[in-house]
């Protein structure tokens, strides 16, 4: 585990890896077709172990949000109020990230596109307004 918390499996090695080039990927099943994040080693749908990673445009929209006033660890003090939201990736995985613009614009639906963050020494996809 890193000093941000995140334990980096073999499983999920290649999201990350690709996130350090920019990137954003999720996996795709050979079998059926779905989409997902976070890694898993089967399909969670026809739970074919066919699959390949995919890399995303980076481009999706916000499906849901929260803004924190509350720093329920102390790492998290200095960046009150922060939001953490539910972006849909255009391919259709979705996955939890923080938005880099202004609490009080987050709106439903709003367009957004991938902008990754380095933070505590590691690569993290956050996303601003398209």
Same mark, same amino acid.
């Given at each position: 585990?890193?000093?941000?918390? +995140?334990?980096i499996?073999?499983? !999920?090695?290649?999201? @990350?890896?690709? *996130?350090?080039?920019?990137?954003?990927?999720?996996?795709?099943?050979?079998?059926?077709?779905?989409?997902?994040l976070?890694a898993?080693?089967?399909?969670p749908?026809c739970l074919s172990?066919? @699959?390949? @990673? &995919?890399?995303s445009?980076?481009?999706?929209?916000? &499906?849901? @949000?929260?803004?924190?006033? &509350? !720093?329920?660890?102390?790492?998290?003090?200095?960046?009150?109020p922060y939001?953490? !939201? +539910?972006?849909? *990736?255009?391919e259709?995985?979705?996955?939890? &990230? /923080?938005l880099?613009m202004?609490?009080?614009? +987050?709106?439903p639906?709003? !367009?957004?596109?991938l902008?990754p963050?380095?933070?505590? /020494?590691v690569?993290?996809?956050?996303?601003?307004?398209?």
């Amino acid at each position: 585990m890193d000093e941000a918390g +995140i334990e980096i499996t073999e499983q !999920a090695r290649p999201y @990350w890896e690709s *996130l350090e080039r920019g990137v954003l990927s999720f996996q795709k099943c050979s079998h059926c077709g779905n989409v997902w994040l976070p890694a898993r080693d089967f399909c969670p749908q026809c739970l074919s172990d066919e @699959w390949a @990673w &995919t890399p995303s445009r980076g481009h999706g929209r916000v &499906t849901s @949000w929260v803004v924190y006033h &509350t !720093a329920y660890d102390p790492a998290f003090k200095e960046r009150l109020p922060y939001n953490v !939201a +539910i972006v849909e *990736l255009d391919e259709g995985p979705r996955l939890m &990230t /923080n938005l880099l613009m202004p609490n009080e614009d +987050i709106r439903p639906q709003l !367009a957004v596109r991938l902008k990754p963050q380095r933070r505590l /020494n590691v690569m993290l996809p956050c996303f601003e307004p398209a």
